[in-house]
Nanobody, 122 residues
Framework: VQLQAFGGGLVQAGGSLRLSCAASGRTFSTYAMGWFRQAPGKERKFVAAVSSSGSTTYYEAPVKGRFTISRDNAKNTVYLQMNSLEPEDTAVYCC????????????????WGQGTQVTVSS
């Protein structure tokens, strides 16, 4: 499966952005989907994931309550709604696809898409 993320940009602290990730292929609905981010000079970190049906989600602590992951299987697209953005959220955000949320969280046996830059100014 091929993935392409978009929707990043520059936003002030406290603002919102919605990232989208479009997937190719007819098997999108069978994959769990997730988002990672990598800040300058730091390691890549898991952010959020959603099950293939969309019924189960998982968030890392720093974004819980501020970010929402969702998907539209009819459009082969996964979204990351980011609210109350903080300068610490500045990073390149990448979407991923895997067979389970567990594998996505551990970054094992997953597909990676190209990232989109999110910059939050203070």
């Amino acid at each position: 499966v091929q993935l392409q993320a978009f929707g990043g940009g520059l936003v002030q602290a406290g603002g919102s952005l919605r990232l989208s990730c479009a997937a190719s292929g007819r098997t999108f609905s069978t994959y769990a989907m997730g988002w990672f981010r990598q800040a300058p000079g730091k390691e890549r970190k898991f952010v959020a994931a959603v099950s293939s049906s969309g019924s189960t989600t998982y968030y890392e602590a720093p974004v819980k309550g501020r970010f929402t992951i969702s998907r539209d299987n009819a459009k082969n697209t996964v979204y990351l709604q980011m609210n109350s953005l903080e300068p610490e959220d500045t990073a390149v955000y990448c979407c991923t696809a895997g067979t389970t949320i567990t594998l996505i969280r551990s970054a094992r046996d997953i597909y990676w898409g190209q990232g989109t830059q999110v910059t939050v100014s203070s």
